[in-house]
């Protein structure tokens, strides 16, 4: 399995504030949060409404060299997609996108997750080669590919737990942060 090293030795935070997306302050006030909520730097800029999703995966695929895929533009083979169980696809938001030979193309939100590329790689029985794209992007995936209806107050591995239960599901909305909204 491959080790994701930075080609860009900056910062998450720094290349941010260079390219003008957030201030020092809005960083010092994240990494604050980042402390106390145990979220990821990026998620919570998010959260604090101080960059984008997009703004943020572009970021990490730059400082990390991991190409960047917008997932709308891609119609995903169902022979593929039954590489990865749908279980694991909402566990660790991901989608598969293509295979060749024994290498499967995956989209995956947090490419540098060692210990998810290891379990997909271990359940698909392929070598893994990683892209990444937005939480929302990939979970709009996972919905359209596995066919997952989710209630809209509910995250998508409590919706997967009640799958399991038999329960019956609805639809969901999906905010442009990834999270599932409750229209209500």
Known sequence: MRRYKRVIKKKLGQMLIESGIITKEELD???AEHKL????????LVDLGYATEEEITAAISAQYGIPYLALDHYEI???TIR???EQLAVKHRCIPLDRMGDVLTLVIDNPLDEEARKEIEEESGMT?????????????AIKRCYGI??????DLEEAMAAEDEGEK??????SENGSVKDKG
Not at 37 to 44: A, H, Q, R, S
């Open 29 to 31: 006030t994240a990494l």
């Open 37 to 44: 909520g145990g979220k990821l730097v990026g998620e919570t």
């Open 77 to 79: 083979d169902p022979v």
């Open 83 to 85: 590489l990865v169980p």
């Open 128 to 140: 893994l080669r990683c892209f990444t794209a937005t939480s929302a992007d990939i979970l709009g």
């Open 149 to 154: 209806k989710i209630p809209e107050h509910v």
């Open 169 to 174: 599901i609805s639809i969901f909305t999906i």
